[in-house]
């Protein structure tokens, strides 16, 4: 198998408002027509996409409804080529409905970076990472 990560999709409950909050709030690419039942986002190699929650649940396992409650162990990253852009993209974030969970802040790893949720709860950090510089196309260069 090749390794490869492709799609990341989001279970939302609201299609609409979290297809606003991406494209409108944080700018986010998308070809996504009003009443479609799928969004999908370019973001530069893997693509994001947003789907409503009972249907990816009844996908998975139509058994088994859709549950939420805090922290899930899992987060997204979006990497910003300078320090100052973090808080930048925090309060982006922040004004298109999302919640801070953590301050823009120099991190023990040497970097700098905070944490909001979406509307629907789902993590993301923030970060530039002096020691992750960016490929022309945008991907970042992992010396490990």
Same mark, same amino acid.
């Given at each position: 198998m090749e390794s490869r990560i492709t799609l990341i999709t989001l279970g939302v409950s609201d299609l609409e408002r979290s297809v606003r909050f991406y494209r409108d709030g944080l700018g986010f690419p998308t070809q996504y027509k009003d009443g479609a039942p799928v969004a999908f986002f370019s973001t530069g190699g893997v693509r994001l996409s947003l789907y409503p929650v009972e249907h990816l649940a009844a996908d998975i396992d139509p058994a088994s409804p859709p549950s939420r409650g805090g922290f899930s162990g899992i987060t997204l990253a979006h990497n910003t080529? @300078?320090?100052? %852009?973090? !808080?930048?993209?925090? @309060?982006?974030? %922040?004004? !298109?409905?999302?919640?801070?969970?953590?301050?823009?802040?120099d991190v023990f790893w040497g970097g700098h970076s905070g944490y909001f949720t979406d509307p629907d709860g789902h993590y993301w950090e923030v970060a530039w990472n002096p020691f992750f510089p960016f490929a022309e196309d945008g991907s970042i260069l992992l010396s490990q």
């Open positions: 080529r @300078s320090k100052e %852009e973090v !808080a930048e993209v925090l @309060s982006l974030a %922040e004004a !298109a409905g999302g919640k801070i969970v953590k301050p823009a802040q």
